[in-house]
């Protein structure tokens, strides 16, 4: 079974910065896309980034310019550099694969952005 594991959150302070990595248990050239999710409390899960395997990205409007998405296929991990955080970027961050027919979650990594 293909899992995807989070890790690099935590607390940072307004105006900081964070790397979120995504590990995949498996070759990450089979998923197409990748892309990084959100959820704040009380709100749903919306989509931050996207990434396809033919190199192209997308951002949501509110993180262009601050997020950076991005694959390395030799550890078979996905990466969101984040930068300039505010406290409205506060959440839980899932990694999501397409991966065949599957659509795969990871379990989440909190960020929170406080003073």
């Known amino acids: 079974q293909v899992q995807l594991v989070e890790s690099g959150g935590g607390l940072v302070q307004p105006g900081g910065s964070l790397r979120l990595s995504c590990k995949a248990s498996t070759t990450i050239t089979s998923m197409n896309p990748m892309g990084w999710y959100r959820q704040a409390p009380g709100k749903e899960r919306d989509l931050v980034a996207l990434?396809?395997?033919?190199?192209?990205?997308n951002y949501i409007d509110s993180v262009k310019g601050r997020f950076t998405i991005s694959r390395d296929f030799t550890k078979n991990t996905l990466y969101l550099h984040m930068n300039s955080l505010k406290p409205e970027d506060t959440a839980v961050y899932y990694c999501?694969?397409?991966?065949?027919?599957?659509?795969?979650w990871g379990q989440g990594t909190q960020v929170t952005v406080s003073s």
């Open positions: 990434s396809t395997i033919g190199g192209s990205t």
């Open positions: 999501n694969a397409r991966y065949g027919s599957a659509n795969i």
